[in-house]
């Protein structure tokens, strides 16, 4: 059953001020958090969560931000936690964005103004139909948005600002938790578990309206190390065996019909080369690998092995190296052990009148991970659509119903207690 809240939204002029922060994650860099940048938006989130009255608002030196709405009742309420990342892709720029509130959208194409080759056509975006009569926020051409994932940061700032300034609402502690580098896979590496304390938590890192994502990828890093044979050129006949020659075979044995991100779909996983690197005498090449089980992992894993086998066999003075790194787990292995967990975002989401939709992600999030840290962690809508793009928007009433809906958790978790 909907209930209405009555919010002075603060989401749109929170989300289009994160937006122009460059927070751009690095897959490349060894530091933590890959990018010092990301810490400018953490150390905004940090002032404006001490104006509310988040007392104990801090962002240690990893660029972790923690904050902790303090509890509001007499009951013994579990500790939930809302987190969401405050990098942006590194698929797309993400410097000097310009955020545009397309006011009361008609239907029509939107043609961003700094680059009017991106144009935003139901015809490509069909969810735009159900975004007629809303407001919604664009770049303007030449960078992504942002939405992805400072959607969900905004809308649990707007929560956040609504919880401190409504003691009516009652609630047990909630905790906050925004993280650098998710884009990258790393977004929890070095979270404080211990501190943080929370026993169920709910990522705001999903798309379409109503959307809760109980599902994610199993997914793992394949990294292949290929050792060729260097001789100079003007002698090599019979002796070279260029290592970037053997990559450049493996890769062409692929499978081009299944197994690739470009012909799956559903709960197909796949096998997707992400970067090459090389000389004659030593190349890699990096895989990342999904399936939404961990079985399925493995066999893919084994299917990559057997291709590289196979061309191998024609370099017989080469060798390779297959390094397997495991990067997260579906996390509906775990949440099945704790049902209450979803059953209240759904109901959350009704509340704030909307149906929910339950369905797997074809991805990760850090819940994912979290997951298997010790807090559930289920993931929720936050209206970012066309995301990693110059295409990338969101729309107002779609961020204004993840807010409710963040709000009548709380709620709910408490009446359950």
């Known amino acids: 059953m909907s209930k209405t809240l009555n919010i002075n939204h603060t989401v749109v002029e929170r989300f289009c ?6 927070t751009q994650s690095d897959p490349l860099s060894k530091t933590f958090p890959s990018t010092e940048k990301q810490k400018n938006l953490g150390k905004i989130l940090v002032d404006e969560l001490l104006e509310m009255g988040v007392k104990d608002a ?22 939930i936690c809302f987190c969401s990342h405050m990098d942006t892709a590194p698929d797309c720029s993400g410097k000097d964005v310009k955020p545009i ?34 407001d919604i926020i664009t770049a303007s051409g030449t960078t992504l948005l942002g939405a992805d994932d400072k959607a969900g940061v905004a809308e649990i700032m707007d929560a956040a600002h609504f919880l401190m ?21 790393r977004g929890v590496d070095y979270v404080d578990m211990e501190k943080l304390g929370a026993r169920f938590g709910y990522t705001l890192d999903s798309g379409m309206l109503g959307y809760i994502e109980d599902e994610t990828f199993s997914a793992d890093g394949v990294t292949i190390t290929i050792h060729g044979v260097s001789v100079h050129p003007g002698y090599a006949k019979g002796k070279m065996e260029n290592a970037m020659k053997i990559a450049g075979e493996i890769l062409s044995h692929l499978p081009k019909d299944r197994i690739c ?22 190349a ?7 399936d939404f089980t961990t079985e399925g992992l493995h066999e893919l894993e084994k299917e990559l092995e057997d291709i590289i086998k196979t061309v191998m066999a024609s370099y017989p003075n080469s060798s390779y190296e297959f390094k397997v790194t495991e990067q997260y787990r579906n996390m509906k292995e775990v949440l099945d052990q704790h049902p209450e967990v979803m059953a209240f975002a759904k109901e959350a989401i009704e509340r704030a ?21 010790g807090m559930p962690c289920p993931n929720i809508f936050t209206g970012e659509m066309a995301f990693h793009s110059k295409h990338e928007y969101v729309g107002v009433r779609d961020m204004h119903k993840a807010v409710e809906t963040i709000i009548h958790l709380c709620a709910i978790w408490e009446e359950r207690s």
Request: aromatic share 6%; charged share 25%.
């Open 353 to 373: 009148g909307v149906k929910p939709v339950t369905k797997p992600i074809r991805g990760g999030t850090d819940g994912s991970r979290l997951s298997f840290m």
């Open 101 to 134: 509130v397309h006011k009361n959208y008609d239907g029509s194409p939107i043609i961003l103004p700094d680059d009017e080759s991106i144009v935003l056509r139901v015809e490509e975006h069909p969810y735009l139909n159900d975004l007629v009569g809303s």
């Open 17 to 22: 001020k994160y937006v122009q922060v460059d």
């Open 165 to 185: 300034n409504h003691p009516e609402v009652k609630h047990g502690d909630i905790r906050i938790l925004f993280t650098p580098d998710e884009e990258i896979g």
């Open 284 to 290: 890699e090449i990096t895989f990342i690998i999904r």
């Open 261 to 282: 991100p470009e012909v799956t779909s559903g709960k197909e996983g796949f096998v997707h080369p992400v970067r090459l690197t090389g000389v004659l005498e030593q």
């Open 58 to 79: 801090h962002m240690d030196e990893h660029g972790y931000v923690y904050a902790t709405i303090p509890s509001n009742t007499d009951k013994d309420v579990p500790v």
